[in-house]
Each structure stands twice: as structure tokens, then as C-alpha cells.
């Protein structure tokens, strides 16, 4: 067991490692050998454990994905918390916090030479993402809240158009234009799950709250 914690432990290391540096010089500008003086490692060590720095990468945004994830399924598990909270503190739990790695990463993203990672951040939140909230709307679809036969496709394609329509590395929207978003948004999940209207209503007033 032990060599596996060991393992573990440099990778996650590597990642670290590589994180603060994507956030500081920027991806592009970072190099595997950057990586391998910061943390003092050989280079035979570092491709142990990743072929390349797109490796590394690919494995920092999943970890980033894993960790809100994990969030979403502690809320959906919670049976205190309402099908509709449920479903509007996990697509809140997404964002990102000012000044969190997270946000330093995604800024990263936006880069001009860098559309692949971020298409690659956008499909991994979709695979991942869905099931949890699958769950959650045939939970609503049980107790009556919604009504649709394609739960999982429906949030499909709420997350795909929402990740990139709010996307501000895409989309500088002025404020009045992405508010008149956000309320189309609200109505288009109304309408396909199903829900009675104005059922998402008080979402809009708490990103009001927060502009």
C-alpha cells in the first residue's frame, strides 16, 4: 500500500507543481523541464507518471472536473435539500470562486492557443456532470416536478449550451445581455423539464442578488 500512497503522492506532486506554473508563465510558455527543476525531479522520473505536458494537462483539468463533481454528488445525496435546490446549488457549485486555482486554470483556457484544452474541459464536465444530475431530475420526475422522457439528453443539453453561451473567454456579454440570457436560459429549463413556470423564478433573483 505503501508504494501506491508514494505514487500517488508524486503524481499529485507533478500536478502541483505544473498548476502553479500553467497559472504564473502561462500553459504554453511552461515546459516539461520548468516542471522538472521546480520540484528537483529527473526527467526518466517525470515520464514515469505523464508522456508530455498536454498528459498533464488533460489530467489537471480531470482532477478540476473529479473535485466539483464530488461537490455535486454531496448535494444531490442530501435528502434534506429539495429537488429544485438540489439542481440550482450544483450548477451554482460550478462556478468559480475570485482568486481559486479553478479560476486561474480557466482563464488559461481562454487563451488564444489553447481551444483544444479548453474544448477538452467543456466534453469532460458533460460526461462527467450528467449522471449526478440525471439523478437529480428523476428524483423531480418522481415527485412530480418535472415531466420529460429524456432526462439525461435534456441535461445534456442544458450543461452543453450553458458552458458555452455563459462562457465570458467566448462571449463578452454587457451586462443587460447576459441577463436577458440567464432569463432565456431559466425559461428553457423550464420548458424542457417540464416544470411548472416560474418554478426556476427565484434563481434569477439570487443572480440578481450577485451582479
Known amino acids: 500500500m505503501r508504494i501506491v500512497k508514494e505514487y500517488e503522492e508524486r503524481r499529485n506532486e507533478i500536478l502541483d507543481t505544473a498548476e502553479r506554473l500553467f497559472v504564473s508563465k502561462g500553459y504554453m510558455k511552461t515546459t516539461v523541464n520548468d516542471i522538472l527543476r521546480e520540484i528537483g525531479i529527473a526527467k526518466g522520473t517525470f515520464y514515469h507518471y505523464f508522456k508530455s505536458k498536454e498528459e498533464v494537462m488533460d489530467a489537471i483539468i480531470l482532477r478540476i472536473v473529479n473535485t466539483d463533481v ?3 454528488k454531496k448535494i444531490a445525496s442530501n435528502p434534506n435539500i429539495p429537488v429544485i ?4 446549488q450544483i450548477l451554482m457549485a460550478q462556478m468559480p470562486k475570485a482568486g481559486e486555482n479553478k479560476e486561474k486554470m480557466i482563464e488559461q483556457f481562454h487563451q488564444p492557443n489553447n481551444a483544444e484544452m479548453h474544448q477538452k474541459s467543456l466534453v469532460q464536465a458533460i460526461v462527467h456532470l450528467t449522471p449526478v444530475l440525471t439523478e437529480v431530475i428523476e428524483q423531480g420526475i418522481k415527485e ?7 432526462p ?4 445534456e443539453f442544458l450543461i452543453a449550451s450553458a458552458q458555452v453561451i455563459f462562457d465570458e473567454g467566448l462571449f463578452q456579454w454587457q451586462p443587460h445581455e447576459a441577463m436577458q440570457r440567464a432569463k432565456a436560459f431559466i425559461n428553457m429549463m423550464e420548458t424542457t423539464l417540464g416544470a411548472e413556470k416560474g418554478t426556476f423564478d427565484y434563481m434569477l433573483a439570487i443572480l440578481l442578488g450577485q451582479s
Open 152 to 155: 439525461r439528453e435534456t441535461i
Open 70 to 72: 464530488a461537490a455535486a
Open 144 to 150: 412530480r416536478v418535472f415531466v420529460t422522457v429524456y
Open 85 to 88: 435546490d438540489k439542481l440550482f
